[in-house]
């Protein structure tokens, strides 16, 4: 594998899809070959010793509002990484500003490079005619581009900046991490106010997209078929206010549980405790819309059915049927009615999530993902 810089502005130990997208891919590379330039975060230093690839932590946005454009620390920290660790191509994990910058070094030193896309990163820049202009340059020079799914291939097709031979698909897979969840969390699951109930489980940012709302509103239609039903949400995000609103205008404050201060490392014990997954992710008018949906395949790790919404790249997560349901992610008929479904169905619901399992172990490992980039590195 030919020396490569990965540049970008999500990485762990911060989270989010990106982040766990390359940290878990980079644990496959030739260590001795790969450098990685990342922002610092907090505890990253932690992070950084245990692996096994020279990580470097800058800040790569400068806060002076008389420097224009922000991220000219991110140009120059990527020259000197350039020159520093004689790299031979680099990867970008966002295409602006990041792209922008392995855009200019290619022009000045030749340093081919290769961009990873996900859905979003290439539907926002096309609401501004410059950012569009500037997005599509960086596409047509890169090397390869790198996307999450089939639908995210499609997307770029139609921007009619790059040819399908240059585009590689590179699946997102399940985080699993096997340390020993917290167990007072343990004890609140098995024992509290979740104790002989059916748990539905949504994991994931409370954002407007995810679909958290449209299960919330679902949950009175829910409770008179299958009254022992209980919703829980994990995660963090600027609609808590709202969720929780909205639950207390419902008059679900007992039905529907909030967890909003959980470690990757404690998901398991919330999966393991799950009957069903849900997440019914919806396409916005601003154009944020689902690119894959990890979230499903972890929930399918631990054996359990998943229901999806019909947007986006969940259709390429979630199949029919075969390791969950897909629903209208508006319709609060079709959402109630998948989760009643499978909640009386045990044995649908249990077929639904072995074939999941089985389905993860075999196409959706990060080994094999991890080749296919090992692959265009040469």
């Known amino acids: 594998m030919k020396r490569t810089l990965l540049v970008t502005m999500d990485f762990a130990p911060m989270f989010g899809g990106v982040a766990n ?20 975060y907090d505890n990253s230093l932690d992070f950084d010793i245990k692996q096994n690839y020279l990580i470097y932590r800058k800040n790569l946005l400068t806060k002076n509002k008389w420097v224009w454009p922000k991220w000219l620390p991110l140009l120059f920290e990527t020259i000197k990484l350039v020159r520093q660790e004689k790299i031979e191509k680099i ?23 290769i961009v990873s896309v996900h859905g979003l990163d290439i539907a926002l820049p096309q609401a501004h005619t410059r950012k569009n202009r ?25 921007l009619e900046c790059c040819g399908a031979d240059s585009v590689i698909i590179v699946y997102p897979c399940a985080n699993i991490n096997f340390e020993k969840p917290r167990q007072n969390i343990l004890d609140t699951l098995a024992n509290g106010k979740l104790k002989d109930k059916k748990i539905i489980l949504t994991v994931g940012r409370l954002i407007e997209r995810k679909g958290q709302d449209k299960v919330i509103q679902s949950m009175p239609m829910i409770l008179k078929e299958c009254p022992d039903a209980v919703y829980v949400i994990v995660g963090q ?3 808590l206010k709202y969720l929780k ?58 054996g359990k059915p998943v229901i999806g919404g019909k947007s986006g790249g969940a259709v390429e997560a979630v199949e029919h049927d075969v390791n969950g349901l897909l629903v209208d992610p508006l319709s609060i008929n079709e959402i109630s009615g998948a989760i009643v479904e499978l909640l009386k169905n045990p044995e649908k619901a249990n077929r639904l999530g072995e074939t999941g399992r089985l389905r993860v172990a075999k196409k959706f490992n990060w080994f094999e993902q991890a080749k296919k980039v090992i692959d265009i590195l040469n």
């Not at 980079?26 to 990685?36: E, G, R, T, Y």
């Not at 200019?104 to 030749?110: A, G, L, N, Q």
């Not at 997005?135 to 890169?142: H, Y």
């Not at 999966?271 to 972890?298: H, K, Q, T």
């Open 21 to 40: 997208y390359w940290t878990n891919l980079n644990h496959f590379f030739p260590s001795d070959n790969f450098v990685v330039l990342a922002p610092e």
């Open 245 to 302: 609103e909205l639950v207390s205008m419902l008059n679900l404050d007992e039905e529907v549980l909030f967890f909003c201060d959980v470690m990757n490392y404690e998901l398991p014990g919330f999966y393991e405790s799950a009957d069903i997954f849900i997440m019914p992710s919806r396409r916005l008018e601003n154009g944020d819309i689902e690119g894959f949906g990890i979230v499903y395949l972890e929930a399918n790790y631990y």
């Open 237 to 239: 995000g600027k609609q």
């Open 91 to 113: 990867i970008v994990a966002n295409v602006l500003p990041v792209g922008t910058v392995a855009y200019i070094i290619k022009k000045f030193f030749r340093i081919p490079y």
């Open 134 to 158: 500037l997005m599509k340059k960086i596409l047509n020079e890169a090397e390869h581009i790198i996307t999450n799914s089939n639908f995210t291939k499609e997307l770029l097709m139609k």
